[in-house]
């Protein structure tokens, strides 16, 4: 026979334990690489790139990648291989399981964003469609 204390505390007295956040972005060696160069060679300090999307272009919105100068108290610091991303808060869940990567050829060189959360792009490859990151609660 199973006996049940009714003596127990409430379960309000103990908090949760909360699951770690998900890194919003990871980038890959080559993008770390070039940030790495890009950091060294700037005209003054920069403490890393801002990542972010903007509303406009023919799919609606696109990719902003520029120096960030200081760790803004909203930004979303992603330390990566030794290098730092600022996520701008309004683009976190559509930037959420994203791989940063920098590819070169012959004809460009540019960071690319490989997002789980991009429904479509134009055909220029300039602008995408994305949706918010879907986050199992």
Do not use: W
């Not at 559509?94 to 791989?99: A, D, P, V």
């Amino acid at each position: 026979m199973t006996q049940i204390s009714s003596g127990s505390t409430p379960a309000s007295s103990t908090p949760k334990p909360r699951r770690p956040r998900p890194q919003v972005m990871r980038l890959t060696d080559a993008a770390a690489q070039r940030i790495t160069e890009l950091t060294q060679r700037a005209d003054s300090e920069i403490v890393g790139l801002r990542v972010g999307v903007k509303n406009g272009g023919c799919a609606g919105q696109s990719y902003t990648v520029e120096y960030a100068h200081e760790i803004r108290p909203t930004d979303e610091v992603v330390e990566d291989k030794g290098v730092k991303i600022l996520v701008d808060p309004k683009a976190v869940l559509f930037l959420l399981g994203t791989e940063m990567d920098y590819k070169a050829d012959k004809m460009q060189a540019q960071f690319v964003f490989n997002n789980p959360n991009q429904i479509s792009a134009c055909g220029c490859g300039e602008s995408v469609e994305l949706r918010p990151a879907k986050i199992d609660g």
